[in-house]
């Protein structure tokens, strides 16, 4: 099987270790797969070649044999359905998994991605100032509700690994530049025990390794 992964060849600091290619290269690793890397700048990204793949001009951009996907979390799911390393075995968990996996992206990733383009993109500007509490307290909720949910549990489904928690370890990431995610011990742990996986340190390594590679001259 060939597989290649579509990745910004440097990102600035702030988004480095965030960028979603990490997701892809993660649940790759957890499968085992190997995969080619096609580094992309800013220029590539309006181009007719790279739109073909990725009609946004995002990544990442996931090419397998002969078809083509975008969009992360579908394509973790599509690895995670061909892998029993991220889902498990029956129907349930699998229908369970599936219920998360669409949370992490689709109820708690806009809360925490309002959130940091409001600090990342925005601080310092007026409105941001009246904004920024409703946004905060709408995380703080989500998180909370979260904590509940995984109080006790060491994963989100059946108590092992599976694409949902890689994709809402990958969510919760977003909000690393906040204590939010420490202020909830349940949480901090969870996160933790997700990011202590030898997958995920080494698909972060090698996203990282590649913008080093690339950085730009001081
Ligand atoms: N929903 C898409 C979002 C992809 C996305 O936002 N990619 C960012 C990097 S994390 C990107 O390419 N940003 C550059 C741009 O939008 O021009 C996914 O999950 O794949």
Redo the contacts with the bound molecule.
Sequence with gaps: MMITVSAFKWVPDFAQG???DLRVRWALEEAGWPYEVLLIESAD?GTDSYRALQP?????AYRENGFVM????AIVLHIAERSDALMPGDAAAQALTKTWLFAAINTMEPAFDGLADLDLFHAGEDWVAQRRPAAEAHVKTRLAELAAVLAGKDYLVGGRFTAADLLMATVLRNLRHTTLVADEPVLDAYLKRCQARPAFRKALADQLATFEQNAPAA
């Design positions: 965030l960028v979603r990204q946004f001009g995002q990544v990442p975008f969009e992360s979390a």
